[in-house]
């Protein structure tokens, strides 16, 4: 069985029509939103391919967009997969961002969710954040801290997902069962992909790394997804066609 690509990092509007969505092929997206207002409503839709994710994105949070953390918590009871969360520096606002992303994990230990974390220019401030935490479902998005920072996150079970634009030092470091494809569409497109799921030239890289195949590099992706997704029990709360393939592979 061929399996499709997988994005397990990109940005696609909750307002996307089917006909546009049609445009992705079969790529399975795990689709993050910025905001709450946009997580109420992806919650409303039902896509086969399509993991939408219940977000407050770093920035939204350093501007001082509202994010009440117990009605975000109820609402993320409804997702497979909360993101995009974390921090980042060039937002300014550190304090106020570690206090949400740290409510945020407080208020959803018990929820079955991955979550994909945003890092950037705060790997030291998240990876306290998510020691102190140590939640099940942590994928930390394009990661570009420390290596100490990263041997500590992957003693932690955390996951990591990768693009073609990372730092090859970063990509080498990572055993090959804790990576997640993903091309953070639309930043910086020219280099990780042309849209959603255009993971391709990624899976020849990391076939290279790993001494591998990109078909296998493809497989390993998923049995990766579905090891993270049966451990947190987000396998329960996602399309039965991503469960279908999660399974077979």
Not at 44 to 67: E, Y
Not at 109 to 123: F, Q, W
Request: proline share 5%; with cysteine; aromatic share 4%.
């Amino acid at each position: 069985m061929t399996l499709p690509h997988l994005d397990c990092h990109a940005h696609v509007s909750p307002n996307v029509t089917p006909r546009q969505l049609e445009g992705l092929g079969s790529a399975i997206i795990l689709a993050m939103t910025r905001e709450p207002a946009e997580a109420v409503v992806a919650a409303r839709r039902k896509d086969a391919n399509i993991l939408w994710g219940c977000g407050a994105h770093p920035s939204f949070v350093a501007k001082g967009g509202s994010v009440d953390l117990d009605q975000f918590a109820s609402t993320a009871s409804s997702f497979a997969v909360v993101g995009e969360i974390g921090m980042d520096r060039r937002s300014g606002n550190l304090k106020h961002q570690a206090d949400i992303f740290d409510g945020l994990l407080s208020r959803l230990e018990k929820e079955p969710v991955l979550m994909s974390v945003h890092s950037a220019g705060c790997t030291t401030e998240v990876t306290k954040i998510v020691r102190r935490h140590q939640p099940q479902g942590a994928i930390m998005h394009w990661f570009s801290g420390q290596r100490e920072e990263l041997n500590e996150l992957l003693s932690l079970g955390v996951y990591f997902s990768v693009n073609v634009a990372m730092r090859r030092e970063i990509l080498s470091a990572l055993p090959m069962d804790r990576v997640l494809p993903e091309t953070d569409f639309p930043v910086a497109r020219k280099r990780t992909g042309v849209r959603p799921g255009d993971t391709g030239q990624l899976e020849l890289l990391l076939a290279d790394i790993y001494g591998s195949d990109p078909a296998d590099v493809r497989r390993q992706c998923y049995r990766n997804l579905r090891r993270i997704s049966v451990t947190t029990g987000a396998i329960d709360r996602m399309p039965m066609h991503v469960v279908d393939l999660l399974l077979v592979a």
